[in-house]
Each structure stands twice: as C-alpha cells, then as structure tokens.
C-alpha cells in the first residue's frame, strides 16, 4: 500500500457530520452499520466493509440462443428505444424481425457475445486490488448487473439479498457504470433499472412520496452509491493511448505519423442528442484527453458508429469516413473504439469484418486496422481500480452532474431514479440538487 494512502483516509474519515440533520444522521447511521456478512467473504472484514462492487453494462448474448431475449429486452427498454404507447406491440415486432440477422453476426465472431467473460474478469481483478489497498471497505465483491442480458439487474440483486445485503442489515453497494460516457440510453437506462428492481426487492415506503427524506422502512436496506461517468479518467486515457501506440508500431516507422486515428463510438440518435444528452460531449473530451496523452503525435477524428433504423443519427458515419479517406488516397488509418472498453459486436463484427473488409475492396491492402479493445488490459484494471477507490474516499453518492437532467427530458422514472440515488446519503453533507 502507498504509505500516504492512510493519512489520506485518516483525514477523509475525519469530516464532521454535525450539519446532518437528526433524522439523516440516524439514517446514515443505520446504514453505516457494517452488519451485513455475505455469505461469500474470504477476506477480513473492514470496519466499513463488506463492499458489493457492482459493474453495470448492456451486457450480449453469450450463445446465439440468447439473441432473441436480448433484442426483446433492448427493443422493450424505453430508455433506449423510445416507441409510446405501442412500445409493448412495436419492440417484440421489431426484434423478431432483427434477431436472424443479428443471430448470424453473434455466429460470425464466435457464436456469442464475450462481454460477460471480460466484465467478470475485469471486476473480480478489481476487487482483487481494492481488497489489498483499501481494506477499511474489504471484503469487495464483484456484481456483474447487465442490462439485456444474463445476469440480468434482477438476478444481481437477489444475489446481493441472498449473500447478506440489505434485509434489514444494511450493508454497502456501489453501481459502478462501465461505460466511460455518460449517456441516458446506456448509464441511464442502467441506473433507472437499477432503481426499479431496488423498489420491488426492497420493499420501499408505499405512503411517503418526498423522496429527498428516507423512508422508515428503508432502515436497514441497501445503501448506493453510483460511478456514473470516467471519461477523462488519466488511467483509461493511458490504457487507451498504450493500445493505439502498439497498433501504430505495426506500421512501418517512416509511415507511422502519418496514420490517422479514426476514434469510433456509437451513434446517438438525433432526438437524444437534440434532448441534451451529455454523451457526445464526454465522449469528445475522451477522444481530446488521449490524443493529448499522445502528443497529438498524429492526425485524428472523431466518427459514429452501428446506427439502427432510418432516423437521422449522429454522424459522421464510421464505415462512409473509412471509405472517404480510403478513396481520397489515404490508406492507413487506425480505429479505436473509444466508448466500450471491451469486445462486442460492434468492433468484432462491424469494424474487423465490415469495415475493413470494405476499406480492402477499396484498395487498402491491409492498411486500415484496429487498436485492441481494453479487455483484460492490466492499466486498465489498475485504472478501474483507482476510479472505485477515489469514489469510495469521496463519500458523494453520486456525481454532481448526475442531477442534472437534460433540458429536454420528460422522463418520470428519469426524475423518480436520480432523486433516490442523489439522495442516498453517505458522507456528503446535503441532498443532492436534481433538476
Ligand atoms: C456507448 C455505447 C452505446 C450507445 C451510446 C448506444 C446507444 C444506442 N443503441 C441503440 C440500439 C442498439 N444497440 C445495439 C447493440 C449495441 N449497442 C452498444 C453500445 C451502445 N449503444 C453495443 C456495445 C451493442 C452490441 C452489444 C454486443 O453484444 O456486442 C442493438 C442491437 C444490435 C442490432 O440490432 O443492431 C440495437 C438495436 C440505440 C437506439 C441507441 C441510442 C438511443
Ligand atoms: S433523458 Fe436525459 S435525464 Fe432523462
Ligand atoms: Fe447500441
């Protein structure tokens, strides 16, 4: 452990709560509690821990069986697919129709989606980690909550009810999204699930509707806090900048500066970005922050990927830039897709076997290739690792930006989800503003 490391909590752990107001403090004391033994602990229990370490993602199928329940569960979310009222009629429609494509895609790169291996993997390491240096909150058990996909949010709540969380003892959550950009189609649809099955599974007030004050009956249930954006995160920027390095190295030195990044993210649909959504705006500060990490050591852009259906989205689009430089003459250009840190469809599929397949056609002989995706990157781990400690140092709920809604959002379960989250008090001093 880094010997500041101790001083630096001493003086955390030193902040006074006088300012709680009597009910609050006994609230937070009920939570504070460290009563609830899960089940799973190998690890000596810190004075503040158990710590359910929980990674939020969309989640894939794992076999190209799953890919019906997956696309019926992604067209049925709201969040992400708006469609009124007929929602319930349009969504099953729509992903009926979609699943023998997308089936064959999921065949294509292996039969499955390797986005529960690698978030498995990925969490449990970072436990590893946190239990070594910050052993007040171990034992850290790693949750993995997907959204469309098993283990589904549902599945890792009772899990965390069944290891010894909530049920009247208390005990100590954090929902840590795993996408680095905040988007309310992604995080916030994760977050608002999240919210939901916490009020079915944890028997919330039915009489009390201020949701700034915490209900009698929640003494004793799960206390949350959310990571809710990283996208500037100095390890995620070094793990990023060190995968691009090692693709530009298999190009020939006297060529190398010349390459261009092309960072690829997926689209936004026109509506949402329109709404306020802050993703495109994290996801540029990403795409600036590494290529400053880099030196600015070579040309780049920023393009959109993998929009659905015939709305405008966000462009430029990914595959047309790709062929628009390739016609244009220049031929080597490397892909990083900057908004998912690991394997999925969208780079194993769409970018190594329709993209550069394309690009090849076109004449680019081999040149067009892809950064490697984050996976089992050690940085990154490391990165993960930092971001869950300084968020447990920090004691906010959540971030301050997380109360701000985008100015054209009319989402009641939007309103319903930040309230409850902003307001889980740990150590900060007042409520959250939500707006
Ligand atoms: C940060 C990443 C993502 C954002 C933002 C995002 C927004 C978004 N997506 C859809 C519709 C679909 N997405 C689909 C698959 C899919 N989406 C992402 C990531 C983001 N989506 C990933 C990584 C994947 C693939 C998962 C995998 O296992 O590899 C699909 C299903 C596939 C298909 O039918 O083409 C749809 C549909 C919308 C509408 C949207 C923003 C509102
Ligand atoms: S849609 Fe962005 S806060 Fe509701
Ligand atoms: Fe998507």
Redesign the pocket.
């Known amino acids: 452990m880094n010997t500041l490391q101790p001083l630096r909590l001493l003086a955390k752990r030193a902040t006074p709560t006088q300012h709680l107001t009597q009910s609050s403090r006994a609230w937070r004391r009920s939570f504070a509690t460290p009563a609830a033994t899960p089940t799973i602990t190998h690890q000596k229990t810190g004075s503040q821990g158990p710590t359910a370490m929980v990674f939020m993602n ?4 794992a076999t190209t069986d799953e890919v019906s329940g ?2 019926s569960r ?2 049925a979310d709201a969040d ?2 708006p469609l009124g009222p007929l929602q319930n009629y349009l969504g099953p429609l729509i992903s009926r129709r ?1 699943t023998p494509k ?1 089936m064959k895609q999921y065949a294509d790169i292996g039969g499955g ?1 390797p ?1 529960r291996k690698w978030s498995e993997y990925q969490a449990a390491e970072m436990c590893k980690i946190l239990d070594v240096e910050r052993p007040e909150s171990a034992p850290h058990l790693p949750y993995v909550a997907f959204r469309y996909a098993n283990p589904l949010t549902e599945e890792m709540y009772n899990r965390l009810l069944e290891d010894g969380f909530g049920k009247g003892k208390g005990g100590r959550a954090v929902a840590f999204t795993q ?1 680095p ?1 905040y ?1 309310c ?2 995080t916030g649809s994760s977050i608002n699930e999240l919210w939901k099955w916490r009020q079915r599974l944890e028997a919330p007030s039915k009489t009390s509707t201020d949701l700034t004050q915490p209900p009698k009956e929640d003494a004793g249930s799960i206390s949350w806090s959310v990571i809710d954006r990283w996208p500037t995160h100095p390890g995620l920027v070094e793990a990023f900048a060190k995968n691009i390095k090692s693709a530009l190295e298999t190009y020939p030195e006297e060529e190398r500066e010349k390459v261009v990044l092309l960072f690829s ?5 026109m509506s ?1 970005v329109n709404r306020g959504d802050p ?1 495109p705006a994290e996801v540029a500060a990403t795409v600036w922050a590494v290529m400053q990490k880099l030196g600015f050591s070579n040309p780049y852009r920023l393009c959109w990927q ?1 929009q ?2 015939p709305s405008a989205w966000l462009g430029a689009q990914t595959s047309d830039t790709v062929k628009n430089f390739v016609k244009k003459g220049q031929k080597d250009l490397v892909l990083i897709p900057i ?2 840190t690991s394997d ?3 780079t194993l599929f769409e970018i190594d076997q329709e993209v550069i397949h394309e690009a090849n056609e076109l004449g680019a002989e081999g040149r067009v290739r892809r950064a490697e995706s984050l996976n089992g990157s050690p940085v990154f781990i490391r990165a993960l690792a930092d971001i869950a400690m300084a968020h447990l140092d920090s004691g906010m709920a959540t971030s301050k930006q997380m109360g701000l809604r985008c100015p054209g959002c009319k989402s009641e379960r939007c309103l319903e989800s930040k309230k409850f989250f902003g307001n889980q008090q740990l150590e900060t001093e007042r409520p959250a503003v939500i707006i």
């Open positions: 969309m989640g894939g199928p997956f696309l992604l067209f992400l697919i979609r997308i989606s986005i996408y950009q988007s189609s992604t993210a997926h689209s936004l649909p949402v993703y993998s659905v259906g908004a998912f999925h469809i969208e």
